[in-house]
């Protein structure tokens, strides 16, 4: 057992064999918990004082208490990604409404979370998605009405998601009520008439950290931008369709429903995008930038 294999559960690192947790968790019985995703570049936790605000968020929003502090937190996640030195990484952390005596929906009034993380590497983004781009087919959006929560509830995504990859597409985007949303595990960008769109935050989707990224660099560089609804018909006539994840950080999608977005290339925004938000990440890993 390597030390790379370790994971954080409930206060101690332990080998990911070894890492056990009730079957009465309220996590694996009713997808009771929220989650966050943080990438590690060159050491550094991305952006991470806005994935704890998230998480803080998305505590609150199902009546719990964070388990623990920034700065504990910072403690935890630091020695995590300090056992794969030298990797870039994706921190997944989980915490769950913990174990019960039974099984009741009512949250019970004392509960201890679980709380786990975990550190894989991830592999630097393939240049070639960023030169090719992605396919993508939209979906009606099956999911709840707090999309805004960061729950580790994900059937309806990962249905949604399966339903692309059956259709020869990397990612759905998701239509409700003749508006695009985000994707399954991304949100959604557009251009048209010069100006990069993306929807308002709302119960409807997720306040992605890139997202929030990719509109603070563009007000920076003074690029024109807009947060709107974006109807279904605007989707599908737009010059430029991109997503956006911590993993997968800015991806142009090229094809729609089997159509062609533009002509079928990525667009000259999302290359201004693309190379403006690589020179932060750089920037930031040399120490310039603030986390
Ligand atoms: N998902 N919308 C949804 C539904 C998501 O699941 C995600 C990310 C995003 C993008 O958020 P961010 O920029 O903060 O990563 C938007 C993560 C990566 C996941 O579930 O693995």
């Known amino acids: 057992m390597t030390e790379q294999n370790s994971v954080f559960l409930n206060g101690e690192f332990l080998p990911r064999e070894q890492a056990q947790i009730s079957v009465m968790d309220r996590g694996f019985l009713f997808g009771d918990g929220v989650y966050e995703v943080i990438p590690c570049y060159s050491g550094k936790l991305f952006r991470l004082e806005h994935h704890l605000n998230r998480l803080n968020d998305s505590l609150l929003a199902i009546h719990m208490e964070n388990p623990h502090t920034r700065g504990e937190w910072r403690e935890i996640l630091e020695e995590l990604v300090a056992r794969r030195p030298g990797e870039d990484q994706a921190v997944y952390l989980q915490v769950t409404r913990g174990a019960a005596e039974k099984r009741d929906h009512l949250i019970p009034e004392q509960a201890t979370p679980t709380v786990f993380a975990m550190s894989n590497p991830i592999a630097p983004v393939n240049p070639e998605l960023a030169e090719k781009g992605i396919s993508a087919i939209t979906l009606q959006d099956i999911r709840w009405h707090r999309c805004n929560i960061k729950a580790i509830t994900l059937l309806a995504n990962v249905l949604l998601r399966e339903e692309a990859g059956d259709n020869d597409a990397s990612e759905a985007i998701l239509l409700r009520d003749g508006f695009a949303i985000e994707g399954t595990a991304s949100n959604l960008f557009i251009v048209s008439g010069g100006i990069i769109r993306t929807p308002p935050k709302s119960e409807r989707l997720l306040p992605g950290i890139t997202r929030d990224l990719v509109l603070e660099l563009a007000s920076t560089e003074k690029i024109p931008f807009l947060e709107e ?50 020179d932060y990440k750089q920037q930031r890993e040399r120490g310039a930038a603030e986390s």
């Open 229 to 278: 609804d974006i109807s279904e018909r605007a989707l599908l006539e737009a010059d430029e369709v991109w997503i956006t994840s911590s993993t997968r950080e800015i991806v142009p999608v090229v094809e729609l429903n089997g159509k062609k977005v533009g002509n079928g290339q990525p667009g000259p925004m999302f290359r201004t995008m693309h190379g403006i938000y690589a």
